[in-house]
């Protein structure tokens, strides 16, 4: 249980740490919000200048040591970006039109995060957990 709650109390200062880091690079920090969840379907929002990202797939592939990532945002026009746990950046999640992203497969990542970061250019975070791809 120890282990279970340090793993996600540095998953949610991770997603602070950078969400912050790209509210400076992108523009003035007005807000900041960050949500995680147990499964697919998950939301994150807190204000009216934040979009919500709602994560569907979130998936790790051993074999090809990839990740694939289907979410939708709120914003049409936001990028997302995704992270490991320990703050590693993995890669853009590409928009597909419409406020659907995703559908990518990632680049190379040894091992399986247990968790991702989703951080939008437009002020949303969301820390969802990875699944194991089952064909």
Same mark, same amino acid.
Request: hydrophobic share 25%.
């Given at each position: 249980m120890k282990n279970k709650v340090t793993i996600a109390v540095k998953t949610i200062l991770t =997603?602070?740490?950078v969400a912050l880091g790209i509210q400076l690079v992108?523009? #003035?920090i007005s807000a900041f919000a960050s949500g995680s969840s147990g499964?697919?379907?998950?939301?994150s929002s807190g204000g009216s200048n934040?979009?919500?990202?709602?994560? !569907?797939k979130c998936y790790y /592939? =051993? #074999?090809? !040591?990839?990740m694939l990532i289907k979410a939708s945002s709120s914003n049409p026009s936001a990028r997302l970006y995704a992270y490991r746990p320990d703050g590693t950046y993995q890669g853009e999640v590409q928009n597909g039109?419409?406020?659907r992203?995703?559908?990518?497969?990632?680049?190379y990542i040894s091992? /399986? #995060?247990q968790y991702m970061v989703i951080v939008s250019s437009a002020g949303g975070t969301i820390t969802v957990p990875t699944t194991p791809f089952i064909l």
């Open positions: =997603a602070l740490l992108n523009q #003035p499964g697919g379907g998950s939301t934040l979009d919500t990202i709602k994560i !569907s /592939d =051993a #074999p090809t !040591s990839q039109g419409g406020s992203y995703g559908g990518t497969v990632m680049g091992y /399986d #995060p």
